[in-house]
Every structure is written in C-alpha cells, then in structure tokens.
C-alpha cells in the first residue's frame, strides 16, 4: 500500500501539512521530505554494513519501489553507489589483531 508522507503526518498530528512543513522547515533548517530520505539512507548505510542482507532485501524491507529507486536516491545523498560505499567501508575495516 502506498502511502504519502504528507499524509500520513498530517493525519497522525491532525495539522495542515504546510503548517508542518513550514514549522519543520524553520526550526530544522531542512524539508520533511529531505529530513526523511536522509534518514531512510541512514538506514540503508546500517544495513550495508551488517552485511546480513542484499540490496534487494534492503529495499524491499524499506519500500522502496525498486533496487533502482534505492539505488538512485542513495547516490543522490551520499555521492556513492550502495556497493561503493560498502567496498569502502571494508578497506576501512581493521583486523583486531593489527590493533
């Protein structure tokens, strides 16, 4: 089931939504929207570094419309691809013993 952002915060803290999105954008500096794909990608970047999932799995467990969509928007955000980010990660990566 598809649903609206907008909508759901407006149903859920019963305001217009241009109330909210004004409010939200004066005190965070930020768009709703934004604030929430940022998140969502915050998200995305957890569950890469797990490892326990595939890109497929990750954005079907976060609706997202296809691992392109995913894909895409995470590109957008962090200026890497899902699988540029996780290799870059692992080169970061530090055996124990070589601590």
């Given at each position: 089931?598809?649903?609206?952002?907008?909508?759901?915060?407006?149903?859920?803290?019963n305001h217009d939504?241009?109330?909210?999105?004004?409010l939200f954008s004066e005190v965070?500096?930020?768009?709703?929207?934004k604030y929430y794909i940022a998140q969502r990608i915050?998200?995305?970047?957890?569950?890469?570094?797990?490892?326990?999932?595939s890109l497929s799995e990750?954005?079907?467990r976060l609706n997202y419309s296809s691992v392109g969509y995913l894909s895409n928007q995470f590109k957008k955000v962090t200026g890497l691809t899902p699988s540029?980010?996780?290799?870059?990660?692992?080169?970061?990566?530090?055996?124990?013993d070589s601590l």
């Open positions: 089931m598809k649903t609206n952002l907008s909508d759901v915060l407006k149903d859920e803290l939504y241009n109330y909210l999105s004004s965070e500096g930020t768009t709703i929207e915050e998200k995305v970047k957890e569950l890469l570094v797990y490892d326990e999932l990750i954005a079907f540029h980010f996780k290799q870059a990660k692992e080169e970061k990566r530090r055996p124990l």
